[in-house]
């Protein structure tokens, strides 16, 4: 499917590295390996604003008989971290795994920040980029960065869910803001390897209510004749606060035999309330190479109680990666066959939807309302 307004509206060349956070202490020439992912919202004055994941790389991680990692450290700031190359396994280009542990060990070839980047209120110009607004590492559980902004606007506080990374845990944090562009942490909120939560734009019953998507690198059988497969899945968390979360006890989307999600599934873009439901679009990864290939997919839940699927279609993707987007950069491809959805403003007639294309830039795409309702109600679409 293609559509009249698909474009990449920002990429690493958009990016003065002079002014990155860790300009002043790294001692190395770095680049940016990525600038994608973007969380996405409406500002109060009518423009909207991407938040965007900016992955800087060492432009020589190896050095002789070593390859380095950069690191945030709570008393020396910014540092580089060296490791022998004949005790690393670096055939992913966007994390070393240090070998000889009992269990899996990583450390990344970039560290993420995040950047405020102001767009016109069609999202398909930039206005301003908010250098004086960069959201960084700031406590000891974020050495390793912060990645994959997701936004929420609810009653007049705008929240913002990242994935903070450190040696003791892989954890989802909270920001908020009172005016869209200025974010404070408010700490974790969801502990080891529950990566892709996003806010569901609203209370019911004045509660908050959030997809979570735990993972593990163990995971039990399934019956041999149930239609989902063991693996990651999207799970619904409720609130009082927006602090402190219950999971529900029941199942929620998981991946289907059959379906383009083998692989795994999480939470794309935070789910909205149209006249049919609540809007979601998620990530189902088909298994394919090292990465697979990720490719976004929709469900619609019910209004009044979020817990029920009416539909859902894991068969047709909503996007897929275009390489027609990133030829004129094709240069600094280091992954293909990757939209990961990170957000979405109705905007009429419209939905604007901000993804991450290849891991590398970022990408606005107008999906008329008439197109995803006609999706939702395709003959391929599970009614559950």
Known sequence: MTFETDLLVFSPNDIDLNRSPL????????YV????????TRLPNGNLLIIVRVAEALNQPIIGEQIHAIRWDLQRGYVLDAYPLSSVNAADPRKIQLLGHPYK?????????LLPVELTANGTEVVTIHYDKIVAPEQPYQEYGIEDARLSKIDDIYYMT???VSSERHATTLYTSADGLTY???GIILDHQNKDMVFLEGRLAGRFLALTRPLGDLYFASRPDREFLPGPS???????????????DTPFIRARKGSASTMKIGGGTPPILTKRGWLVLYHGVELHGIVGIYRTFAALL??????????LNDVHPVLEANPALTEPIRDQLYLTDVVFTTGIVDAGDYYVVASGENDLACRITHIPHAHLNQFLTSPDTISL
């Open 105 to 113: 060990v990583m450390a990344l070839t970039s560290l993420s920040w």
């Open 184 to 186: 404070q942490l408010q």
């Open 23 to 30: 300009r002043a202490q790294v001692q190395a020439d770095t």
């Open 33 to 40: 390996l990525g600038a994608f992912n973007p969380g996405l």
């Open 162 to 164: 990242t994935c903070s």
């Open 302 to 311: 019910d209004a009044d109680d979020p817990s029920q699927i009416l539909y």
């Open 234 to 248: 999207i799970n619904l968390a409720g609130s009082p606060d927006g602090l402190h979360w219950k999971p529900a």
